[in-house]
């Protein structure tokens, strides 16, 4: 007999694959411009509610069905768009009502063996979707699949291509200031020091639909402005480091009962934005970008620092860049890839 656990990967394969190409189908039930809405007013009421309402898919850029997720380049309004759609966890809240208020249709028997397509309530349906707009060339290479290549990056190499490239890119970090200063997401604010030398904001990340503790995600953004990355960080940001790994434990204790135990509390390298942040996630869960080759633990960082303060200025680091990466570019162009 077939192995029970292969044969429910290729079913969520078949799932992912049937999500896929209902992402990809015309929107015409959805868009006022192909008949939807009686009335310029039903339409406009419409595209108010549903900022998707006029999105024309141009290419999928990638897709998991291991992790349910889909990422989508397209067009809102003339303008570039990602729309990145992901099938929420169940919750064990809601398990009963899922079980005992869908309906099931079977599709194989088999001895002891069977399986159904489930239909839930369409309140226990949902799909987290996030939605960058504008989105610039460099969010639609963030979410396209791609090859990656491992860099090692020496103290030297550091100053002559990453740190020029960093400086030429002039990467905008408006929509992090908005956070800091609440002009944006301030009613997402899980803990606040509002130190301008050692405080931070803990906020949860979008990745996290705040529904359940298993793939608890959040993120720690500096109130500092003037650290980049790894590479900045000195003796000097040691009481910074230290007050964002035990303030950041304890809220996230207090809000959601999560011990410093079932923590992993990092930084990455090469970050995705050049603002000192470090990200909470829970333990057990396997989130984006947690591998050895990109995750340096926070507790880690401190000690490195404590046994010596130029640490991060002085060794070799090694971090994933993607094919289409600038940076890879650069040290493509300087023979050391």
């Known amino acids: 007999m077939a192995d029970p656990g292969a044969k429910r990967e290729l079913e969520e394969e078949s799932e992912m694959k049937e999500f896929s190409a209902q992402t990809k189908k015309p929107r015409a039930d959805l868009d006022c411009k192909n008949g939807r809405g009686d009335t310029d007013t039903d339409c406009a009421e419409v595209c108010e509610e549903n900022v998707l309402c006029t999105f024309e898919t141009s290419a999928v850029l990638s897709e998991s069905a291991r992790d349910k997720n889909i990422f989508v380049h397209g067009k809102i309004s003339g303008q570039d768009a990602v729309v990145i759609l992901e099938k929420t966890p169940i919750q064990k809240e809601v398990l009963g009502q899922i079980l005992s208020e869908s309906s099931l249709k079977l599709q194989m028997r088999n001895d002891i063996y069977s399986t159904y397509q489930l239909q839930a309530p369409a309140h226990l349906n949902e799909i987290k979707t996030t939605v960058v707009f504008p989105a610039t060339q460099k969010h639609i290479q963030k979410y ?170 002085s060794r070799t680091l090694y971090c994933p860049l993607r094919a289409d990466d600038g940076l890879l570019k650069k040290y493509k162009e300087k023979g050391k890839i």
């Open 144 to 313: 396209r699949r791609q090859e990656s290549f491992l860099l090692e990056e020496t103290a030297e190499d550091y100053l002559s291509i990453t740190l020029p490239f960093i400086q030429e890119q002039r990467f905008s970090l408006q929509w992090v200031y908005n956070i800091l200063e609440k002009k944006a997401e301030a009613e997402r604010i899980v803990f606040e020091d509002p130190d301008p030398k050692t405080g931070f904001v803990l906020l949860p990340d979008f990745k996290w639909n705040q529904k359940q503790v298993d793939d608890l995600y959040l993120i720690a953004i500096s109130h500092v402005r003037d650290v980049k990355s790894l590479r900045d960080l000195t003796s000097e940001h040691l009481p910074l480091l230290r007050n964002i790994l035990h303030k950041g434990q304890e809220s996230i204790f207090g809000t959601f009962g999560l011990p410093r135990s079932q923590l992993r509390v990092y930084l990455h390298y090469q970050p995705s934005y050049y603002h000192l942040h470090v990200h909470f996630t829970r333990l057990g869960f396997d989130s984006p970008g947690c591998g050895v080759e990109r995750a340096h633990l926070l507790q880690d960082v401190i000690q490195n620092i404590q046994s010596d303060a130029g640490f991060y200025q």
